[in-house]
């Protein structure tokens, strides 16, 4: 069974400050990996998508994709107080279909 | 564009019931999967639809069923409700190219088990 683990936190970062999360995933043929943020109540909202080696940037956010390690990471810059929330890593499942294997997600806080 | 949603948001049931959960995607949108989250486990996949066939299923047993019309709406049904099917659940839509397309989500509805 394919498994995205992460680190539940909580990870605290003063606020400017570079957030950093991590993840890991068992299936070495995963091929697309997503961030979602969640604020509490509220339901899973996509950040970034990332489907090949290396970093892709969108913002303050930087996703960085290392399939030889089995390693996606998510870089926040010059955090928020805003940014607080549990950061979700998603896998795709495979097999032609789009459902996803998510970890239990890191929650971050930024303080102010 | 609006966006994924779901009816309704809220339901309290007792055991042995049973519950329909409604999703409508994204116009456009032929793909539909359902989670269910809870404080334990986390976000866990339970199928998706694509073209009222199901594509995929998870780890979940045969009370979980759902199925998808032609307009891909979706529906999920889980009989003999169980105290342990409380959660949120959440249904997203994809474009269902296959192999990753990006999920959508909607706001979830969340049941009550009592």
């Known amino acids: 069974q394919k498994e995205v683990e992460q680190n539940s936190g909580p990870l605290s970062v003063p606020e400017g400050a570079i957030a950093s999360l991590n993840c890991t995933y068992s299936?070495?043929?995963?091929?697309?990996f997503f961030w979602y943020r969640q604020y509490s109540g509220k339901s899973p909202e996509l950040i970034m998508s990332i489907y090949s080696n290396g970093d892709k940037e969108d913002g303050r956010f930087t996703a960085q994709l290392n399939k030889a390690s089995q390693y996606v990471s998510l870089l926040i810059r010059d955090s928020q107080p805003s940014d607080s929330a549990t950061y979700l890593c998603?896998?795709?499942?495979?097999?032609?279909?789009?459902?996803?294997?998510f970890g239990k997600g890191t929650h971050l806080i930024i303080q102010p | 564009k609006a966006g994924v949603t779901q009816t309704p948001r809220y339901l309290i049931k007792t055991r042995g019931q049973q519950v329909t959960l409604s999703c409508s995607p994204i116009?456009?949108?032929?793909?539909v999967s359902w989670y269910q989250q809870t404080p334990g486990q986390g976000l866990q996949f339970l199928f998706e639809?694509?073209?009222?066939?199901?594509?995929n299923k998870g780890n979940f047993p045969g009370r979980f069923s759902g199925r998808q019309f032609s307009n891909s709406r979706s529906e999920m049904n889980v009989s003999t409700l169980e105290l342990g099917d409380s959660a949120l659940y959440l249904c997203a839509s994809s474009q269902g190219t296959g192999g990753g397309d990006t999920q959508y989500f909607g706001p979830g509805t969340r049941l009550t088990v009592l």
């Open positions: 299936d070495r043929g995963s091929q697309s």
């Open positions: 639809y694509f073209s009222e066939t199901q594509r």
């Open positions: 116009s456009g949108h032929r793909s």
């Open positions: 998603a896998v795709n499942i495979g097999g032609g279909a789009d459902g996803l294997t």
